[in-house]
């Protein structure tokens, strides 16, 4: 019987059987979600800083956009604006060498999400998002801005 295994261990070591398995790295958890920018007719792109409460230009009016950064994975986002559900639109991000995120048309490694929410005539509210990483920890992470 011994010697049937250490024949057959030879063999998958000349037939390169052995080290061949794929290693798929798990998916980050998620680790940051931020809103980016809001944009409107009325006020172009404002840029969102950390801890912004609410936006600086009175965007309201229709056609208002809302794009929001998820780092990691996510299960299934919960968007709302002032509790009436949001729908949107999910584009990967992708990392580069250089630390910086960009869209993935050259590089491989996803390490998030670029959603584009249209608020689709609504004017003015609490804009929430909310998501829950896929995998361990499981930790929930929210970002919340008031659209004026």
Known sequence: ???MKKFA???ALNLGLLGTAAH???APPLSEVKVLKVESPTCG???IAAGQAQTRCDHSGPNIKVY???VGYGRQPHVTLDGFEVDGTRSPVCAFG???L???STSTKVVGYLYIFDLKGKQ???FSFTNVSINAPGNRMATQLYIK
């Open 68 to 70: 929001v950064l998820e």
């Open 24 to 26: 798929a790295a798990s």
């Open 9 to 11: 261990w030879a063999c």
């Open 102 to 104: 960009n869209d993935c």
């Open 45 to 47: 792109f404002e840029n």
């Open 124 to 126: 003015e509210g609490t």
């Open 1 to 3: 019987m011994y010697r």
């Open 98 to 100: 250089n630390g910086n």
